[in-house]
C-alpha cells in the first residue's frame, strides 16, 4: 500500500525518456513519442520568480513525489500537469524504505 498523498494524489502524465535514432544515424535521447504514462503524484512547491521586468524569466519549481514503481524517467523527461508543460531539471531521487514509503522524488520546473 502506498501513502495516501500518492495514492489520491493529483494526476499527471509523465513521458519516459527513450533513445531513438535520428535523421543523421545518432542515437539521441528524447521524451517516449509514443505517449505518456499517467500517474497520481503528490506536489510540492520549491521556489518560484515572478518575471517582474519584460524580457526577464519566470521560474517555478515544484518536487514530484511518485511510487516507486514509475521506471525510465530522467533529466529529458517531460511531465504535463496542472494543464502545463514541466521539465524534469534534476536527475530523479529514489528513496528506499519500507513498501509503503519508498518512492521517486523529482524536481519539475514549468516550462515558460
Same mark, same amino acid.
Given at each position: 500500500? +502506498? $501513502?495516501? #498523498? =500518492? =495514492?489520491?494524489? #493529483?494526476?499527471?502524465r509523465v513521458w519516459r525518456t527513450v533513445e531513438v535514432t535520428? $535523421?543523421?544515424?545518432? @542515437?539521441?535521447?528524447?521524451?517516449?513519442?509514443?505517449? *505518456? !504514462?499517467? +500517474?497520481? &503524484?503528490?506536489? %510540492? *512547491? #520549491?521556489?518560484?520568480?515572478? &518575471?517582474?521586468? *519584460?524580457? #526577464? @524569466? @519566470? %521560474?517555478? +519549481?515544484? =518536487?514530484?513525489? !511518485?511510487?516507486? /514503481?514509475?521506471?525510465? +524517467?530522467?533529466?529529458?523527461s517531460r511531465v504535463e500537469y496542472a494543464g502545463r508543460q514541466?521539465?524534469? !531539471? $534534476?536527475? *530523479?531521487?529514489? /528513496? /528506499?524504505?519500507? =513498501?509503503?514509503?519508498? /518512492?521517486? $522524488? %523529482?524536481? %519539475?520546473?514549468?516550462?515558460?
Open positions: 500500500m +502506498v $501513502s495516501l #498523498q =500518492r =495514492r489520491r494524489g #493529483q494526476r499527471a535520428d $535523421s543523421r544515424g545518432n @542515437q539521441v535521447t528524447m521524451p517516449d513519442p509514443t505517449g *505518456p !504514462v499517467e +500517474v497520481r &503524484a503528490a506536489f %510540492i *512547491p #520549491q521556489r518560484s520568480a515572478r &518575471a517582474e521586468v *519584460p524580457g #526577464q @524569466q @519566470q %521560474i517555478n +519549481v515544484t =518536487r514530484m513525489v !511518485v511510487d516507486a /514503481h514509475l521506471e525510465g +524517467v530522467s533529466l529529458w514541466w521539465d524534469v !531539471v $534534476s536527475p *530523479p531521487a529514489y /528513496h /528506499h524504505g519500507t =513498501r509503503r514509503t519508498r /518512492h521517486w $522524488s %523529482i524536481d %519539475i520546473r514549468e516550462r515558460p
